[in-house]
T-cell receptor
Framework: ETGVTQSPTHLIKTRGQQVTLRCSSQ?????VSWYQQALGQGPQFIFQ???????GRGNFPPRFSGLQFPNYSSELNVNALELDDSALYLC?????????????FGPGTRLTVL | GESVGLHLPTLSVQEGDNSIINCAYS??????FIWYKQESGKGPQFIID?????DKRQGQRVTVLLNKTVKHLSLQIAATQPGDSAVYFC???????????FGSGTRLLVRP
């Protein structure tokens, strides 16, 4: 196992609702990246947090937002859920900012929007 | 734009044979590539990486080849085992230094 944990494992919401997903990074890792993985697709980068600041963002609307806490754990918040938000949400932690450091992925949270 | 794609969505091999999974990328400026393995119900697991100043890199039973001329990446798995059955993704480092761009994946099925 990678030492990266995510909660909850599964979640079912309805359109228009809001959801918060949580990620605990591997010990000592200060960088957390979030990815969305639709069924049968590769992960798509949402954003990255480094030392509590957003470091970069992919092509996702503002209703996708995040936080990183002083202990480097992180949250992904999605407002006004849409059916297309149904996916596996992955977080990955790395030792430092640059992607050239190996990213360790958690098992993901499976979100279903009805 | 940037894209990373795979030639074959599903690859079926006999146990003990060698497997080759291919990947094409479009961003000639990318200089770092990673192969991930994803088993059902799990997150992607790092297998091997390679930088653009290299053509080949070997790990335990795995080899990654990079052909920058044709922007092609491959993963070779020697003596494929049932435990190798999974979806394999290639990923590249995009224009930024923080973002990984993943391909859509190849499912490897190992026949006993």
């Amino acid at each position: 196992e990678t030492g990266v944990t995510q909660s909850p494992t599964h979640l079912i919401k309805t359109r228009g609702q809001q959801v918060t997903l949580r990620c605990s990074s591997q010990s000592g890792h200060n960088t957390v990246s979030w990815y969305q993985q639709a069924l049968g697709q590769g992960p798509q980068f949402i954003f990255q947090y480094y030392r509590e600041e957003e470091n970069g963002r992919g092509n996702f609307p503002p209703r996708f937002s995040g936080l990183q806490f002083p202990n480097y754990s992180s949250e992904l918040n999605v407002n006004a859920l849409e059916l297309d938000d149904s996916a596996l949400y992955l977080c990955a932690s790395s030792l430092e900012l640059a992607v050239l450091n190996e990213q360790f992925f958690g098992p993901g949270t499976r979100l279903t929007v009805l | 734009g940037e894209s990373v794609g795979l030639h074959l969505p599903t690859l079926s091999v006999q146990e003990g044979d060698n497997s080759i999974i291919n990947c094409a990328y479009s961003n000639s400026a990318s200089d770092y590539f990673i192969w991930y393995k994803q088993e059902s119900g799990k997150g992607p697991q790092f297998i091997i990486d390679i930088r653009s100043n290299m053509d080949k890199r070997q790990g335990q039973r795995v080899t990654v080849l990079l052909n920058k001329t044709v922007k092609h990446l491959s993963l070779q798995i020697a003596a494929t085992q049932p435990g190798d059955s999974a979806v394999y993704f290639c990923a590249e480092m995009g224009d930024s230094s923080y973002k990984l761009i993943f391909g859509s994946g190849t499912r490897l099925l190992v026949r006993p």
